[in-house]
């Protein structure tokens, strides 16, 4: 488990201006191209400020391989609950490559778990490929969100293709919270079984203030079910 240039990191990390090419990556669970397990928080915004940052990093030609919670850049992302404090990934891309896993298996991050403001920014996945089961997204596999904003700004998914079972998207897999989605695109071929979206396979919102705008999807989309240009399948409890 943990498996990436770097296995694990802590908080307030800061990792940029990289570029590995032609790498074989394989592990269990999280495993990452540049990071397997990414933690930021337990420091307390009365004590001292957190800032993660995953700048400008880039993964070519290569192939990453894992069970669950795996990703071009980053497998697990995790933050603590901090209203003062953020984690930001920014201008990543994973290209010409594959990706292979099984649950939360995404372009750019496998699982994202963030109770933080969190931006991800300028992140691609391009001319690759992810075969999996369940949420898989271009961008992320799954999101799971609470307390604090997530926005996903100008990332996109190119000349790619998807294959899976369930919550099944070209940016996001799955998203549990509420997202801002902001200028972002796809055209990604996407073959599965249920919930499949162009953008999001699977979205369960938690309150009113999720938003995609200036975002679209083209590319092919295949399942039996709960099949959508945008989105697959939306639900708020």
């Known amino acids: 488990n943990n498996i990436g240039l770097f296995g694990r990191t ?3 990390c800061e990792i940029h201006d990289l570029t590995l090419a032609d790498a074989y990556i394989e592990g269990y669970d999280n495993v990452g191209g540049f990071v397997g397990y990414s933690y930021n928080g337990g420091e307390g915004s009365y004590r001292k400020p957190i800032y993660g940052v995953i ?4 993964f070519l030609n290569g192939v990453i391989k894992g069970r669950n919670s795996v990703g071009g850049i980053i497998g697990f992302f995790l933050t603590d609950y901090d209203f003062y404090n953020s984690t930001n990934i920014s201008n990543c891309s994973f290209q010409n490559g594959d990706i292979n896993g099984n ?8 699982y994202i778990d963030t109770e933080m403001e969190t931006e991800i920014d300028g992140c691609c996945f391009q001319n690759g490929n992810i075969n999996g089961y369940n949420e898989i997204g271009g961008i992320a596999g799954y999101v799971k969100q609470s307390n604090q904003d997530i926005n996903f700004v100008r990332c996109y998914s190119t ?3 998807i294959i899976g079972n369930n919550n099944l998207g070209g940016i996001l ?3 549990y919270g509420y997202e801002r989605i902001s200028s972002c695109f796809s055209n990604v071929k996407i073959y599965g079984i249920g919930s499949i979206g162009g953008l999001i396979g699977s979205h369960e919102s938690t309150s009113t203030g999720s938003h995609i705008k200036n975002s679209y999807s083209t590319g092919l989309i295949e399942g039996e079910n709960n099949l959508g240009g945008i989105v697959g399948i939306n639900s708020r409890w």
Do not use: L, Q
């Open 159 to 161: 000349n790619c293709t």
């Open 173 to 175: 897999g799955k998203y």
């Open 10 to 12: 802590g908080t307030s």
């Open 103 to 110: 649950d939360y298996v995404g372009g750019i991050v496998g």
């Open 55 to 58: 700048a400008n990093c880039k």
